[in-house]
């Protein structure tokens, strides 16, 4: 639901997947995004009446995405889609936060707009872990990018674990991802991407500040 920047791109994207994709949007003029290649289905009303859901197929449907411009459009589509034809696989874009954080705890998955684009800024205005790449839903539990202090080089991933008292689950290593085992050894360039609980993130970024404590 919606066909505007996002929904036009997701559109087309989960075409080129190979999947059958159907488009609602109250504006007929914003099919025009979809370009002449489109082979899609466009069904012009409001996406969360359920006579246009039926029109596009939601009884047939995987997935629904509701990106319209409108939270209260998106959140009431969702929850629509997902109690009366039971599809599971929903997600609504949300521009409040505050919003979006209670619809995760209701069971529906949300994309924080507004959220998404603060944090994707202050990643790269301030230094490296300040913010974190992901939250849970309470935002108790997050995954930071840690740069190391090169006197951990050589150590253990099972080493730094200990020290810090967190998993380190992934390492950037030379451009590409890796997951890290207990066994993997810290080499030089490696950026490490730690899971935290929030009241602890100062003092593990402390940690790797450092060279690693004397035993």
Same mark, same amino acid.
């Given at each position: ?21 159907? =488009? ?7 099919? $025009? @995004? *979809?370009? #002449? ?8 009303? !409001? ?66 707009? =507004? ?7 202050? $990643? @790269? *205005?301030? #230094? ?8 849970? !839903? ?75 404590? $004397?035993?």
């Amino acid at each position: 639901m919606g066909c505007g920047r996002v929904g036009s791109s997701l559109a087309r994207g989960l075409e080129r997947r190979g999947h059958t994709v159907a =488009v609602i949007d109250v504006d007929v003029d914003a099919f $025009r @995004r *979809l370009g #002449p290649g489109f082979d899609g289905a466009t069904v012009k009303g !409001v996406g969360f009446d359920r006579g246009v859901l039926v029109e596009a197929g939601i009884e047939r449907a995987g997935g629904f995405a509701a990106v319209s411009s409108g939270d209260n459009s998106n959140i009431l589509a969702a929850r629509v889609v997902r109690e009366t034809f039971g599809v599971s696989n929903v997600v609504a874009r949300i521009y409040d936060p505050g919003r979006a954080e209670v619809y995760e705890r209701l069971g529906i998955p949300t994309v924080a707009t =507004v959220r998404w684009a603060a944090d994707q800024v202050l $990643r @790269r *205005l301030l #230094p490296e872990g300040s913010e974190p790449l992901w939250r849970d !839903v309470s935002g108790q539990v997050q995954l930071i990018e840690v740069h190391v202090h090169r006197d951990w080089v050589g150590r253990s991933i099972a080493e730094m674990q200990r020290a810090a008292r967190t998993p380190i689950p992934v390492l950037l290593r030379l451009g590409q991802g890796q997951v890290a085992s207990p066994k993997t050894i810290f080499q030089d360039g490696d950026l490490a991407y730690m899971a935290v609980e929030k009241g602890r993130i100062s003092e593990v970024e402390t940690l790797f500040a450092g060279p690693p404590p $004397r035993e």
